[in-house]
């Protein structure tokens, strides 16, 4: 028998309606990863609104079917009871409880089980496009924090990594006491429309740039600004930044590379609810008429 390759541990941390779209990503992920087998880490607190507890279980028990037929893992954490460590952090443009979510993922050294020592945290508006072993195999050595290189299409300047995608050295993390020195210094800075990306501008790249590693810009891009970039090119598509469109949010088919995100959805649990969303959308759209033809399209190509 053959080795069984180390599984590729992947975090996904938001508020646990995002779950579904979570799913997705993590399907494109697992569908490029060649047979390797993947952990999922779903890190949730429900701070933003309130979210019965049927319906969490319901969403979970989908996550867990959209994952049967892959060699594929998922574990929940309700990190609600560590939101006090993260007091006094950047509020940014998006008000108190939605803010806070931006820096869940943060937790991950204290909330994950201990062997799992490195850990690629992804948005949950994202496709994967290449195979993220590649990216997690690579040798982090001191370094504690792997990200795209900047792109120039940044909101703070052409110097700034966007945080939708990170590979997390846990295991130094931990050693080091890395969070709590992040967030003491977090709790420190001057008032940021920006949050945990601001952060890790402030602390890494400004104070600790030896601490990070910067890997290909392919690994976060935006694909609307980033028309130079043949799709097949990109590594990791994440829908948002400048005229960017939700691909499940998408009527009128203007989002670039959004169809990849369509092609995962469909091997997940929860794309009537996609659909459904998406029809329900299109009512209130002015070019619905558009916006059937279009979705009809993308379920026929
Ligand atoms: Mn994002």
Redesign the pocket.
């Known amino acids: 028998m053959p080795k069984k390759q180390k599984p590729i541990n992947i975090l996904f941390a938001a508020t646990s309606d995002y779950l579904p779209y979570a799913i997705v990503t993590a399907r494109s992920a697992i569908e490029r990863a060649n047979g390797r087998p993947v952990n999922i880490h779903f890190m949730y607190a429900d701070i933003v609104k309130p979210i019965p507890d049927q319906v969490r279980e319901c969403c979970f028990e989908m996550a867990r079917r959209s994952l049967d037929d892959v060699d594929a893992t998922i574990n929940f954490y309700d990190i609600s009871d560590k939101m006090f460590l993260l007091e006094g952090q950047n509020v940014g443009m998006w008000g108190q409880a939605i803010s806070m979510t931006h820096y869940f993922y943060l937790l991950s050294p204290l909330v994950l089980p201990k062997d799992v020592d490195k850990v690629i945290y992804l948005?949950?508006?994202?496709i994967v496009n290449c195979d993220l072993g590649v990216a997690y195999d690579t040798k982090m050595s001191s370094h504690l924090i792997a990200m795209g290189a900047p792109r120039g299409v940044e909101e703070m300047g052409d110097d700034v990594s966007?945080s939708?995608f990170s590979v997390l050295n846990l295991k130094m993390w931990r050693a080091e006491n890395t969070l709590d020195t992040l967030l003491a210094f977090g709790r420190a800075l001057p008032r940021a429309r920006f949050c945990d990306q601001y952060l890790l501008h402030e602390y890494f790249k400004k104070n600790h740039v030896d601490r990070m590693m910067f890997l290909a810009p392919e690994y976060n891009l935006f694909p609307q600004c980033a028309m130079h970039v043949a799709l097949q090119d990109i590594k990791i598509l994440?829908?948002?930044g400048y005229g960017a469109f939700k691909p499940w949010q998408d009527v009128c088919g203007r989002q670039r590379g959004a169809h990849l995100w369509w092609r995962s959805a469909r091997h997940t649990e929860f794309y009537e609810k996609f659909i459904m969303d998406m029809v329900a959308v299109g009512y209130k759209s002015k070019s619905q008429h558009h916006s059937f033809w279009w979705h009809l399209v993308r379920m026929k190509f």
């Open positions: 948005d949950t508006d994202m966007n939708g994440h829908f948002t």
